[in-house]
């Protein structure tokens, strides 16, 4: 019942920037937590960051924090995510989720997910 759709990802070079978007629609009151996820390669899909609609708490994994920002705009029910100085190992297809609980961390958690956007990030 919660539609999720990502955009913005692209080729960019290590040291870009990419503004990541996803647009939820559909009952979206059922969900608290939109995160991001990402998988690369021959890896398992791991989270990147979350943030919850109800009080905006955020989330992030040690190995972006500081680098990565996520952010929302309730009146689009659009959420973001700002990615600086990006790195190769950033390359992945990054998947919006929602969550009825709060920052988890555990993709099993998320009952929705989007189809996926590519980030890949030339040396």
């Known amino acids: 019942q919660v539609q999720l759709v990502e955009s913005g990802g692209g080729l960019v070079q290590a040291g870009d920037s990419l503004r990541l978007s996803c647009a939820a629609s559909?009952?979206?009151?059922?969900?608290?937590?939109l995160g991001w996820f990402r998988q690369a390669p021959g890896k398992e899909r791991e989270f990147v960051a979350a943030?919850?609609?109800?009080?905006?708490?955020?989330g992030y994994a040690d190995s972006n924090q500081g680098r990565f920002t996520i952010s929302r705009d309730n009146a689009r029910n659009t959420v973001y995510l700002q990615m600086n100085s990006l790195k190769p190992e950033d390359t992945a297809v990054y998947y919006c989720?929602?969550?009825?609980?709060?920052?988890?961390?555990?993709?099993?958690?998320?009952?929705?997910w989007g189809q996926g956007t590519q980030v890949t990030v030339s040396s």
């Open positions: 989720a929602a969550s009825q609980f709060k920052i988890p961390r555990m993709r099993i958690l998320y009952a929705y």
């Open positions: 559909g009952r979206t009151f059922s969900s608290d937590t």
């Open positions: 943030i919850t609609w109800s009080d905006s708490s955020t």
